[in-house]
């Protein structure tokens, strides 16, 4: 168990629909991490999160959002789904220090679009 | 933005055999991890190493940093290392975290 929680593990949705995706990071680390991982795609960077302010942004699409809150946790939200939306997405927390930022990765969510 | 490769693609081993793989990165980074993907989906940190060699009970890594490589070496391989290993990498503090492609190991009983 890395400590680092998400919820739901799994979502089953329609296309069109609106989810949100739920982390929160182990005790003590400022930073969250989310990552879509789909068959065709490997592993992808989204975006960061450090201490509720935006850090670095990856392959994040526009109907895609994610905020940190000011207990640390963070919400990914995903909109106007589609069928290709379909995968898992994952949030990772790493501890404040600059010079050791080692990820710890959450159990992921399973979203499946219908 | 850096490019994270890995090799081999696959690996069939026997239970009991050793292996290594391989993660080449293309450009100087200050994190670079290894994780393990099992069939359940789970990533596991197996390695937080930028720089220098690590052990971890049957398993070891090495990054040579100015070469820009690491290796994994998993020594007397059990069915439960089955599954996908990842490397990961990033240059800076604040930029993006990039994923090699995976090595597929399949340890057979």
């Known amino acids: 168990d890395s400590g680092v929680t998400q919820t739901p593990k799994h979502l089953i949705t329609a296309t069109g629909q609106r989810v949100t995706l739920r982390c929160s990071p182990r005790?003590?680390?400022?930073?969250v991490y989310w990552y879509q991982q789909s068959l065709d795609q490997g592993l992808q960077f989204l975006i960061q999160y450090y201490n509720g302010e935006e850090r670095a942004k990856g392959n994040i699409l526009e109907r895609f959002s994610a905020q940190q809150f000011p207990d640390l946790h963070s919400e990914l939200n995903l909109s106007s789904l589609e069928l290709g939306d379909s995968a898992l997405y994952f949030c990772?927390?790493?501890?404040?220090?600059?010079?050791?930022?080692?990820?710890?990765f959450g159990p992921g969510t399973r979203l499946t679009v219908l | 933005g850096i490019q994270v490769e890995q090799s081999p693609p696959d690996l069939i081993l026997q239970e009991g055999a050793n292996s290594t793989l391989r993660c080449n990165f293309s450009d100087s980074v200050n994190n670079l991890q290894w994780f393990h993907q099992n069939p359940w989906g789970q990533l596991i940190n197996l390695f937080y190493i930028p720089s220098g060699t690590k052990q971890n009970g049957r398993l070891s890594a090495t990054t040579v940093a100015t070469e820009r490589y690491s290796l994994l070496y998993i020594s007397s391989s059990q069915t439960t290392d089955s599954g996908v290993y990842f490397c990961a990498a990033r240059q800076n503090y604040g930029q993006n975290f990039v994923f090699g492609p995976g090595t597929r190991l399949s340890v057979l009983p």
């Open positions: 990772a927390s790493s501890p404040r220090t600059r010079l050791h930022n080692e990820q710890f």
């Open positions: 005790s003590g680390d400022l930073s």
